[in-house]
């Protein structure tokens, strides 16, 4: 993977082409909110038309664990949204592409496969162990 220089911007067409992968992995990511955000509405108004015992439900603790699955799918997604507008301010301001670990260029092939990414693989990779 070539990284560009620190403080080398990326070139037109690389920010064009992340702007694109930014732009579509937001639209992807909107529509999944919208959707686990109405699953989590027809669970919740599923169970308002029951009677909301899951103690003695046999059913209870099923509902009890799909209700939180569908909350923590849903923050992951509010999550990755955030992390993909951090990441158009950061295409805006200049400040895209540049590790936040050591300061230096990410690969744009890295930016390509996670366009939301802050950190160069040497820095992620030093993270995780």
Do not use: N
Request: aromatic share 2%; proline share 3%; hydrophobic share 35%.
């Amino acid at each position: 993977m070539a990284e560009r220089s620190p403080g080398v911007a990326l070139s037109p067409s690389e920010r064009a082409t992340m702007r694109d992968l930014l732009g579509a992995d937001r639209e992807r990511t909107m529509a999944r909110v919208a959707s686990l955000t109405q699953d989590w509405d027809d669970i919740v108004e599923s169970s308002a038309l029951v009677g909301a015992d899951d103690e003695h439900d046999p059913e209870g603790s099923s509902t009890a664990f799909e209700r939180a699955h569908i909350q923590s799918l849903l923050h992951q997604a509010e999550k990755h949204l955030a992390d993909l507008d951090t990441a158009l301010e950061r295409l805006d301001d200049g400040t895209y592409g540049v590790c936040e670990g050591c300061g230096r260029a990410i690969a744009v092939e890295r930016l390509k496969a996670r366009p939301a990414a802050r950190t160069c693989i040497t820095c992620a990779s030093a993270v995780r162990h």
